[in-house]
T-cell receptor, first 109, second 113 residues
Framework: RKEVEQDPGPFNVPEGATVAFNCTYS??????FFWYRQDCRKEPKLLMS???SGNEDGRFTAQLNRASQYISLLIRDSKLSDSATYLC??????????FGTGTRLKVLA | EAGVTQFPSHSVIEKGQTVTLRCDPI?????LYWYRRVMGKEIKFLLH????????ESGMPNNRFLAERTGGTYSTLKVQPAELEDSGVYFC???????????FGPGTRLTVL
């Protein structure tokens, strides 16, 4: 079983749609959680950190459920430019990133 | 502010040759990390430096890989001798402190023929 699991997709959604991704992690000692965005053949770029209280940044909302060991990302009002692979990250300890394989999103005009 | 830079962007070598990858972290970031993504797999941790000291090299695949960070600035990752399974994208990341978000470089795409 992978330490961080994501549905690889692809998720094909129309512009303006709301889309949600979930991710589960196996290490209950993980301390920090992140969502990164990766465009084709580019580096991962931080989208947002994830906190138990939930956090929102514009059209993006992230949530952490420690009891169930899952992390979610909600994207509202999808834009064409949101098309990318979204990487879920949990840390092993304080700094070692454990990546999921990523979820591909394609927003269609 | 300049981001993390890596050189070269691509490298194609033959099995048995040596390759050295370089990473320049964001200025002032004491923490430097190397990761690797092989085809079809997730990005995996290789090792972590704090300044010039290796803190954790638990992800290094074997002793053909050698990482250094002399002077605590840029880092190099040498693969010697390279094998076919070493092909992949090698990412470097840096952060100012532990538990901070990590900022990734553009990666070096290594192909071993």
């Amino acid at each position: 079983r992978k330490e961080v699991e994501q549905d690889p997709g692809p998720f094909n959604v129309p512009e303006g749609a709301t889309v949600a991704f979930n991710c589960t992690y196996s290490n209950s000692a993980s301390q920090s959680f992140f969502w990164y965005r990766q465009d084709c053949r580019k580096e991962p770029k931080l989208l947002m950190s994830v906190y138990s209280s939930g956090n929102e940044d514009g059209r993006f909302t992230a949530q952490l459920n420690r009891a169930s060991q899952y992390i979610s990302l909600l994207i509202r009002d999808s834009k064409l430019s949101d098309s990318a692979t979204y990487l879920c990250v949990a840390t092993s300890g304080t700094y070692k990133y454990i990546f999921g394989t990523g979820t591909r999103l394609k927003v269609l005009a | 502010e300049a981001g993390v830079t890596q050189f070269p962007s691509h490298s194609v070598i033959e099995k048995g040759q040596t390759v050295t990858l370089r990473c320049d972290p964001i200025s002032g970031h004491d923490n430097l990390y190397w990761y690797r993504r092989v085809m079809g797999k997730e990005i995996k941790f290789l090792l972590h430096f704090v300044k010039e000291s290796k803190q954790d090299e638990s992800g290094m695949p074997n002793n053909r890989f050698l990482a250094e960070r002399t002077g605590g600035t840029y880092s190099t990752l040498k693969v010697q001798p390279a094998e076919l399974e070493d092909s992949g994208v090698y990412f470097c990341a840096s952060s100012p402190r532990l538990a901070n978000e990590q900022f990734f470089g553009p990666g070096t795409r290594l192909t071993v023929l």
